[in-house]
């Protein structure tokens, strides 16, 4: 049995797919674009479950794909493909160009302001390649799983623990003269366990996700942590329908963050489609609210120095003192809106709300009784109006204490209201995605039960 | 015929540019058969897809995009080693499989379920739809829809129009060395519009799609159709109310409110959660589950419907499988792995969002068959209650089995009539009692319209719905209104 590590990428893969993608743009100017932006990317990784205490799967992943924008004029049109030769190349780049002599004229499309392409490059350290072979990693998933199924009686079965290990190599030039890429990766561990009680069965998961392997936590840790989310789901009921207080607990936190800035994102701004209209420069949070953007954070999930058209991403407030400051722009929703882009095409870039009330356990005091939600399914979320109704589960609060655990509960209100009804952030912040908040408290909404 | 037709187009078009030989396939299963594995595939497959966005009133934005290579699994017990390659050459196809082999260190020879091969007429024919009509028509027909719909009324601000085409083609290969070939032609149309008045707005949203070519779209008016469903959608929900909040008899109309039925019963009837013993149907088999008038099924093989397959992504040919039976739970979906682990036949739903990905139980086309009432029979019997006639998206948890879907047009029913429009709320209830509070089925069955696409795992797949209108005596509605 060999034990191969998996792949590593080298710098001088990156410049070898530089090279590559500056053949992309030189296909497309010799089909008579008149701009155009092109990227490549290729990742591989392993990953690795177990189940009952056994390998369940193995997988070896290893993609790539490229990808061209041209523009004739003020005319676009993009094609992809997975196959990165030559022949692929000159295909793609010909489909691209075919779909722009069909496109309409749109005064507004086109390549970034070339003042707004990122130049300075700092290294972000989001490269830590782990040397797990599949033996390690098979050992690792059941260390974990183990300790899930073995932290108490009532668990009873198990969806399985597992690894996963992916290095990635991006590229993205532009006829402007940008062309760059770096190397990243990024590691996780999950956990997912069932436990039974009388009727009552549950399940619950824990993960872990970092760039360096030497971040997440330990696999007994994640297997404890899913162990104890889903003993505590047991034994859930309905509530009756009531107005209350509600704590979304960390994770739950960062979709309401994220139906926020759904709607001061630049696409859903210019279409009229957001509860945001007209809000720049007025109060849309309390004034203890500051929601801010860190790019360049070293190791972060989030992080980069330029967006996915090469424009520099920034350190900014969007939110301070819960005034709106900015919206979340790229360079075509920036023109449109008749503005500057924000550095935002493909989204924000380790987006962070900073704690202001205390741990997890104080809003709980402060709350009283209120519900705690711990899950959240389905959409349930109108951007255009803002109204909100999702299926949730969690517990019970009475006098700052977890009383019982409750499910088949939906909450409802309108994201506007509650935004402004946030009465604290929790200091439990949750680093494991692009969205960094605590547990968020509003005052008052509606859950509906049976 | 399904069989050889199919397989010898798509063995055309997947491997004549690739140069790989059927030997060379063979080379690839030896590396694999040189381990003790219960089963072996590769999977080849070649996938364009197209789009092309109205926004506007201009031709926004088109993409193509091409994606291929093969999947190389092997299984041995409960064990599955996978590898994928983006290029299909004999190289990184051995590659693959030699680090597939490294499942089987304590693989034994099992027994595989046979697959049954059987043929029949095809379920749609094997077009390339990106080809049915010139570029130019594509183009034309989205400006058309927009210049109809925008006419429909005053108050529509935005319009945007979406035409997506793919042109699938797939190649499974089994350890016997046995080949299967399906070509998928897959289009799919969407309108959505803006409305606003008296600066409130509301969006409004219909489409369809079904496995054939875009003439699908113009046949019937079905364009112009969905623009004018949209913008009745969006004025309607103009004028809502807040949604009621709390337990309340709900009907349901037919047709797509049918994701009640995928995700109240048909994850939780899919066969590796039920062999695994983690779902609410685990082992209940011969259980009632619903009321008397509930039949429901999964069925593959209807006609150019968008879950349609002629055979699944293991090679199996998709059929008609009874999940409910006059309310007793009759059996699961399967795929061969559990089908193999659980001693039952597979029922060909072993589907995959693409070779990178590895197959596992999906749905296909799930619906409830008709019942005896008359739809207006049903409102008329209910005092005080919320029908709901269409539906965004739902999601299941499918151990606990409570299940949510998200009502986008819905209603007050007041004295058996239909009064006013409410807001969209959240619907949830739990999937194994849900539908045995079913106390009238209506005799109405429909079919979505061709735009379901279910999530599992992180993989993507196209599927359908449908059922007859339905009365569910008691389900939480989770609006604002106390």
Redesign the interface.
């Known amino acids: 049995m060999t034990n191969k590590a998996p792949l590593l990428f080298q710098d001088q893969g990156l410049l070898q797919l530089r090279e590559r993608v500056d053949e992309l743009l030189r296909e497309a100017r010799s089909q008579g674009a008149s701009a155009a932006e092109a990227g490549i990317g290729i990742e591989g990784g392993l990953s690795v479950t177990a189940r009952l205490g056994e390998v369940e799967t193995i997988e070896n992943h290893k993609s790539q794909s490229l990808g061209v924008t041209v523009y004739f004029g003020r005319r676009k049109g993009t094609a992809s493909s997975t196959d990165l030769s030559s022949k692929a190349i000159r295909e793609t780049v010909t489909s691209a160009c075919t779909i722009a002599g069909y496109a309409t004229e749109d005064p507004h499309a086109g390549l970034p302001e070339p003042d707004q392409l990122a130049t300075e490059f700092p290294d972000l350290d989001l490269n830590h390649a782990w040397d797990l072979g599949v033996d390690e990693a098979i050992e690792l998933a059941v260390e974990c799983e183990d300790s899930a199924r073995h932290y108490h009686s009532d668990i009873t079965n198990s969806e399985g623990a597992g690894v996963d290990t992916h290095q990635g190599m991006r590229v993205l030039a532009n006829s402007l003269g940008f062309n760059h890429g770096y190397i990243s990766t990024r590691h996780s561990l999950s956990c997912s366990v069932l436990g039974q009680r009388g009727n009552s069965m549950q399940r619950d998961y824990w993960y872990t996700v970092s760039r360096d392997s030497r971040d997440l936590e330990s696999a007994r840790r994640v297997g404890e942590k899913a162990a104890e989310r889903t003993l505590g789901r047991l034994g859930a009921r309905t509530l009756s329908t009531r107005q209350c207080p509600v704590i979304y607990t960390a994770e739950c936190a960062s979709g309401l963050i994220g139906h926020f800035i759904g709607a001061i994102r630049g696409g859903n701004l210019y279409r009229k489609s957001s509860f945001m209209l007209d809000c720049l420069g007025k109060q849309v949070f309390p004034e203890f609210i500051r929601i801010h953007e860190q790019p360049l954070l070293s190791k972060a999930l989030g992080s980069s120095n330029y967006d996915s058209e090469g424009v520099r991403c920034r350190t900014r407030d969007i939110v301070s003192e819960g005034v709106l400051n900015g919206y979340v722009l790229s360079s075509y929703s920036a023109r449109k809106l008749g503005m500057q882009t924000t550095g935002n095409a493909g989204g924000v870039h380790n987006l962070m709300v900073e704690p202001a009330g205390g741990s997890q356990a104080q809003l709980l005091q402060q709350m009283g009784a209120g519900l705690l939600i711990t899950e959240l399914i389905g959409q349930g979320v109108n951007t255009v109006t803002g109204d909100y109704s999702r299926g949730a589960a969690g517990y019970w609060v009475e006098d700052g204490e977890i009383a019982f655990p409750v499910e088949e509960i939906t909450v409802a209100g309108n994201l506007r209201d509650m935004y402004r009804n946030i009465v604290a952030i929790g200091s439990d912040m949750d680093v494991r995605g692009n969205i960094r908040v605590g547990s968020v408290f509003i005052e008052d909404m509606t859950v509906a039960g049976g | 015929m399904i069989s050889e037709n199919s397989l010898a187009l798509a063995r055309d078009l997947i491997m004549s540019p690739t140069g790989l030989a059927n030997q060379d396939i063979d080379r690839v299963m030896a590396e694999l058969l040189s381990a003790p594995l219960d089963d072996a595939d590769i999977y080849f497959q070649s996938s364009r897809c197209?789009s092309?966005v109205l926004?506007?009133g201009?031709?926004?934005?088109?993409?193509?995009?091409?994606?291929?290579?093969a999947g190389v699994r092997g299984v041995s017990g409960?064990?599955?080693?996978?590898?994928?390659?983006?290029?299909i050459e004999l190289n990184p196809l051995l590659d693959?499989a030699r680090?597939?082999t490294?499942?089987a260190?304590s693989g034994s020879r099992g027994t595989l379920a046979p697959v049954t091969s059987r043929s029949r007429a095809i379920l749609y024919r094997p077009i390339d739809p990106l080809q049915s009509i010139p570029?130019?028509e594509?183009?034309s027909l989205l400006n058309r829809i927009d210049r109809e719909t925008r006419k429909l009324d005053a108050r529509i601000?935005?319009v945007?129009v979406s035409l997506v085409g793919v042109h699938d083609v797939v190649l499974v290969v089994g350890q016997d060395g046995r080949q299967a070939g399906d070509v998928r032609p897959l289009v799919r149309l969407n309108v959505s519009v803006?409305v606003?008045q008296n600066g409130k707005?509301?969006?409004g949203s219909a489409g369809g799609g079904a496995r054939t070519d875009y003439r699908y779209f113009t046949d019937e008016d079905r364009a112009l159709e969905y623009g004018r469903e949209a913008v009745r959608q969006a004025l309607v929900n103009l004028d809502a109310v807040a949604?009621p909040?709390?337990?309340m008899v709900v009907v349901l109309g037919p047709g797509w409110p049918g994701i009640l039925l995928h995700e109240a019963i048909g994850h939780g009837l899919e066969g590796d959660f039920n062999r695994?013993?983690?779902s609410?149907f685990s082992g209940r088999i011969g259980e009632r589950v619903a009321g008397d008038l509930c039949t429901v099924v999964d069925d593959g093989s209807l006609p150019e419907r968008r879950g349609s397959l002629n055979i699944d992504d293991e090679g199996v040919m998709t059929q008609n499988t009874v999940l409910i039976e006059n309310g007793i739970l009759k059996g699961y979906m399967q795929d061969k792995l559990n089908a193999r682990l659980m001693g039952v036949q597979p029922t060909g739903n072993g589907r995959r969002e693409s070779y990178?990905h590895?197959p596992m139980p999906r749905m296909t086309n799930t619906y409830m068959l008709p019942g005896p009432h008359d739809p207006e029979e049903i409102l008329q019997s209910v005092d005080k209650g919320l029908f709901a006639r269409n539906f965004?998206?739902?999601?299941?948890?499918i151990?606990?089995g409570?299940?949510?879907?998200?009502a986008s047009e819905a209603y007050l029913i007041e004295k058996g009539k239909i009064t006013r429009p409410v807001?969209?709320?959240?619907l949830?209830?739990?999937g194994p009692d849900v539908l045995t509070r079913v106390s009238m089925v209506g005799n109405d069955l429909e079919f979505d319209s061709g735009v379901g696409t279910c999530g599992k795992d992180g993989q993507s797949v196209p599927v359908g719905v449908g059922q007859p209108t339905l009365k569910i005596d008691?389900l939480?509605?989770?609006?604002?209104?106390?």
Not at chain 2, 476 to 482: M, P
């Open positions: 197209e092309w926004e506007d201009i031709i926004k934005e088109g993409s193509h995009s091409i994606e291929q290579g409960e064990k599955t080693g996978f590898a994928y390659s983006d290029d693959a680090n597939v490294r499942i260190r570029d130019s594509k183009v601000e935005q945007i803006i606003e707005r509301e969006r949604a909040a709390g337990n695994k013993g983690t609410a990178a590895l965004g998206g739902g999601q299941v948890d151990t606990s409570k299940f949510v879907f998200s807001k969209g709320a959240t949830i209830g739990n008691g939480t509605v989770g609006g604002t209104s106390v």
